[in-house]
């Protein structure tokens, strides 16, 4: 049984190649000082409706989380939070005044996440909608600077817009809760790999969201087992857990699947190690990165419309290291001149 789980690959087929596609994750939307809410879990990883309440504390922070009767929201319905909060920073980078309300393709939503886009994945869509609106939240956590104090939803409504006869939705209209979106405008987010859809397991979506948050840039980060339990919000008990958190490591170490981040479990530690597809933070004797003028991420908007421009010059430093951090006689005009040859090698659709 074991020889033929690792025969097997632990990711989903990607139904939808997209390319350059940003994700910004809600579970990190929260202060720095708070040190993020991926450090604290929020949604169920169970896959089956779980209709218990979860309380939580961590160093001063207590999270409460109450079901409706569908359930808790779970990590794979997060997958729509993280598709509304990626069109918010796009609207944002590209200077439009941001809403609460969304007005969104059903059919995007569904290709962006790697879901199926027949009649179950419609249906799947809408219990997870359900789940999202339905859940509450209680915590002394804060986001964009406004402590929130009483209980609160992930998203505060959403409706279809519009239904073909065959009865899918076509287009959905989504507003999100006021913690969601104070995060978003102020800019707690972060960026996660596309693969991350592709994840089978919502225990390695959980343990990546942690790796992402806490390795980040840095090589590696540690944690011990019983922490990453309480981190990923596993109702599983110890041994089985341990079970669970050795059979993620073979097969990562056979597939090498997890996203940015090699995990390793040696003892009651578990490691992950950055692949360098996140470059890792210089040393201080490696040169520092020319830093640009305000007014050259609009220009870059302007030679390459609808790319996230943010996105684009993390891949331009990526590629001013690698080269071997060559002096540049004007910064600004070379950041734009990538991004001009990168619009023009894919314009985007």
């Known amino acids: 049984m074991a020889e033929a789980s690792l025969a097997r690959s632990p990711l989903l087929p990607d139904r939808h190649p997209i390319q350059d596609f940003f994700i910004c994750d809600v579970t990190d939307a929260i202060p720095?000082?708070?040190m993020g809410s991926m450090e604290h879990p929020i949604f169920s990883l169970a896959t089956k409706p779980d209709v218990h309440v979860r309380e939580y504390e961590h160093k001063g922070v207590k999270i409460a989380v109450m079901p409706s009767a569908l359930g808790l929201a779970t990590i794979h319905d997060k997958d729509i939070l993280i598709y509304c909060i990626s069109q918010l920073v796009a609207k944002m980078n590209a200077g439009v005044e941001l809403q609460k309300t969304l007005h969104l393709k059903a059919y995007d939503v569904l290709v962006s996440?790697?879901?199926?886009?027949?009649?179950?994945?419609?249906?799947?869509?809408?219990?997870?909608?359900?789940?999202?609106?339905?859940?509450?939240?209680?915590?002394?956590?804060?986001?964009?600077?406004?402590?929130?104090?009483?209980?609160?939803?992930?998203?505060?409504?959403w409706r279809i817009v519009r239904q073909t006869a065959n009865g899918r939705m076509t287009e959905l209209?989504?507003?999100?809760?006021?913690?969601?979106?104070?995060?978003v405008v102020g800019r707690e987010v972060l960026a996660l790999h596309r693969d991350y859809f592709r994840l089978?397991?919502?225990?390695?979506?959980?343990?990546?969201?942690l790796a992402r948050k806490h390795c980040g840039k840095q090589s590696e980060w540690a944690?011990?087992?019983?922490?990453?339990?309480?981190?990923?919000?596993?109702?599983?008990?110890?041994?089985?857990f341990r079970r669970l958190i050795n059979i993620i490591c073979a097969e990562d170490l056979a597939h090498h699947h997890m996203p940015d981040y090699a995990v390793s479990f040696d003892g009651d530690i578990v490691r992950f190690t950055n692949r360098g597809t996140i470059k890792p933070l210089p040393s201080p004797d490696q040169p520092q990165f020319p830093l640009l003028d305000p007014e050259t991420y609009h220009d870059a908007r302007t030679v390459a419309p609808g790319y996230d421009v943010y996105f684009l010059e993390q891949e331009w430093q990526k590629f001013w290291y690698?080269?071997?951090?060559?002096?540049?006689?004007?910064?600004?005009?070379?950041?734009?001149?990538?991004?001009?040859?990168?619009?023009?090698?894919?314009?985007?659709?």
């Open 113 to 157: 996440t790697d879901r199926n886009t027949d009649g179950r994945g419609y249906e799947q869509l809408k219990g997870a909608l359900d789940r999202l609106s339905g859940t509450r939240i209680r915590t002394n956590i804060k986001t964009g600077e406004q402590e929130v104090t009483e209980g609160f939803g992930l998203i505060d409504n």
């Open 200 to 209: 089978r397991k919502p225990l390695e979506r959980r343990m990546y969201e």
């Open 32 to 34: 720095k000082d708070d």
């Open 173 to 183: 209209r989504i507003t999100l809760s006021d913690w969601v979106f104070n995060a």
């Open 322 to 349: 690698e080269s071997g951090h060559p002096e540049l006689r004007d910064p600004n005009a070379a950041f734009i001149g990538f991004c001009r040859r990168r619009h023009e090698r894919k314009p985007t659709p």
């Open 223 to 240: 944690i011990s087992l019983e922490l990453l339990k309480k981190k990923c919000g596993s109702t599983s008990e110890d041994y089985e």
